[in-house]
């Protein structure tokens, strides 16, 4: 498979502490492209069950936000768990449209907007909040 162009891609490991024993890794993925053809190119990556929601979009600023966000995402789980292949991370909605990791022990949250799509993954044990 031959992929033309891809969105820039900056990812990082993150170390969140609780208190003086515990630390939780995770890691947080940035991706921005100006171009719809760049993220179009971010399809082959996504799960059957992610394309059947992509073919449902209609706006092209919406598809192109949408692709950034996964692209961001799966990067960002894919560092964490060590899972290689994209396609296989599903991430899926919840019941207030959280993104849900499906089958990994990974929570992932995800930002995007226009050009830009972000994203922080953390182990499942991680606490929900960092400080008090």
Aim: overall charge negative; hydrophobic content about 35%.
């Amino acid at each position: 498979m031959y992929i033309e162009s891809l969105p820039m891609l900056w990812t990082t490991h993150l170390v969140f502490k609780e208190e003086e024993e515990r630390n939780f890794l995770s890691t947080c993925c940035l991706c921005y492209s100006n171009s719809y053809d760049d993220y179009l190119q971010t399809k082959v990556f996504l799960h059957p069950k992610e394309i059947a929601y992509l073919d449902k979009l209609t706006f092209k600023n919406r598809i192109k936000s949408y692709l950034a966000g996964r692209y961001a995402g799966k990067n960002a789980v894919s560092l964490l768990s060590g899972e290689e292949r994209l396609s296989s991370i599903e991430i899926e909605p919840g019941i207030f449209h959280q993104p849900i990791v499906h089958g990994l022990e990974t929570q992932v949250t995800i930002s995007h907007c226009d050009d830009l799509g972000m994203a922080l993954a953390m182990v499942m044990s991680a606490p929900p909040r960092c400080g008090y």
